[in-house]
């Protein structure tokens, strides 16, 4: 299982960014997929959860309303699309690999393999 994710970067507050995590080595479309992040002496967080065929998401409250989760899975990609970014947003963003055909998870143990992290950095 291979997870990477791209699309990280710098932006100032109210800007958008669009993440991208490529998928290999498994059955992508049987899988949900999550985001999550992590700010340096910080616990990763929960940001938001898709389901194997795109029809469910879910969003940590601080997120909603401003980032979108999609993905294509002929294409082995799960995106995540990020609008009116805060300072608060500035964290390690990390995708993994979730439960098949289960419940969406918010909590880092319901997640079984996770990419490298993109770099995202919101100034104000």
């Known amino acids: 299982v291979q997870l990477q994710a791209s699309g990280g970067g710098s932006v100032q507050a109210g800007g958008s960014l669009r993440l991208s995590c490529a998928a290999s080595g498994f059955t992508f479309s049987d899988y949900d997929m999550g985001w999550f992040r992590q700010a340096p002496g910080k616990e990763r967080t929960f940001v938001g959860a898709?389901?194997?065929?795109?029809?469910?998401?879910l969003y940590a409250d601080s997120v909603k309303g401003r980032f979108t989760m999609s993905r294509n899975n002929p294409e082995n990609t799960v995106y995540l699309q990020m609008n009116t970014l805060k300072p608060d947003d500035t964290a390690v963003y990390l995708c993994a690999r979730g439960g098949e055909y289960g419940p969406l998870g918010s909590h880092p143990s319901e997640y079984a393999y996770w990419g490298q992290g993109t770099q995202v950095t919101v100034s104000s």
């Open positions: 898709i389901s194997w065929n795109g029809r469910r998401t």
